[in-house]
T-cell receptor, first 110, second 115 residues
Framework: NAGVTQTPKFQVLKTGQSMTLQCAQD?????MYWYRQDPGMGLRLIYY???????DKGEVPNGYNVSRLNKREFSLRLESAAPSQTSVYFC?????????FGNGTRLTVT | QQQVKQSPQSLIVQKGGISIINCAYE??????FPWYQQFPGKGPALLIA?????SEKKEGRFTISFNKSAKQFSLHIMDSQPGDSATYFC??????????????FGKGTHLIIQP
């Protein structure tokens, strides 16, 4: 009964380093999403995948790439991290209904 | 361009009181309006949702009021309890090609219920 699982929970990077945030869901949902949450900004969509094999840009895609590895997994990659990417990142999934969120990855870029 | 405007940014209510959070939207293509509740260190979780063909939906102490002509909707929490202290987000959905759910979120309201 895991739902949406994100790893890692916390990460500190130096400017210019790269990393991949992992997300997996066990609800057999077709659609998956990556959001970032910043104080006073709400949740903003970075990328989404309507179904396995497709990905599209959301509201704030610059500096990120994604991979829909299979139906379960959707990863978010930062190729060259910048301090402006310090945020809490949430993965979510849905199937013609409400979004189910993971518990987030708190990323700090120094 | 902010498509969903939420107010207030923060709210303090006494235990037993009514908490009211308001949202306004611009895009008439939105077809579904959920509210999410988020506790510290957790992801947002669906609280209650409404479609634009009804004016009110109630689930326990939580009620959504929807005014389609004014393009506004609000969350009312009756008999507010300290356990309701959390951040609340309104959202609106416009379906994305391919079936994904394109939720646009408000900026959130930090609610504190004082005992």
């Amino acid at each position: 009964n895991a739902g949406v699982t994100q790893t890692p929970k916390f990460q500190v990077l130096k400017t210019g380093q790269s990393m991949t945030l992992q997300c997996a869901q066990d609800m057999n949902h077709n659609s998956m999403y990556w959001y970032r949450q910043d104080p006073g900004m709400g949740l903003r969509l970075i990328y989404y995948s309507a179904s396995e094999g497709t990905t599209d840009k959301g509201e704030v895609p610059n500096g990120y790439n994604v991979s829909r590895l299979n139906k379960r997994e959707f990863s978010l990659r930062l190729e060259s991290a910048a301090p402006s990417q310090t945020s809490v990142y949430f993965c979510a999934s849905s199937e013609l209904g409400p979004l189910h969120f993971g518990n987030g990855t708190r990323l700090t870029v120094t | 361009q902010q498509q969903v405007k939420q107010s207030p940014q923060s709210l303090i209510v006494q235990k037993g009181g009514i908490s009211i959070i308001n949202c306004a939207y611009e895009n008439t293509a939105f077809d579904y309006f959920p509210w999410y509740q988020q506790f510290p260190g957790k992801g947002p979780a669906l609280l209650i949702a409404i479609r634009p063909d009804v004016s009110e939906k109630k689930e326990g102490r939580f009620t959504i009021s929807f005014n389609k002509s004014a393009k506004q909707f609000s969350l009312h929490i009756m008999d507010s309890q300290p356990g309701d202290s959390a951040t609340y987000f309104c959202a609106a959905r416009a379906r994305i090609l391919g079936g994904a759910d394109g939720l646009t979120f408000g900026k959130g309201t930090h609610l504190i219920i004082q005992p």
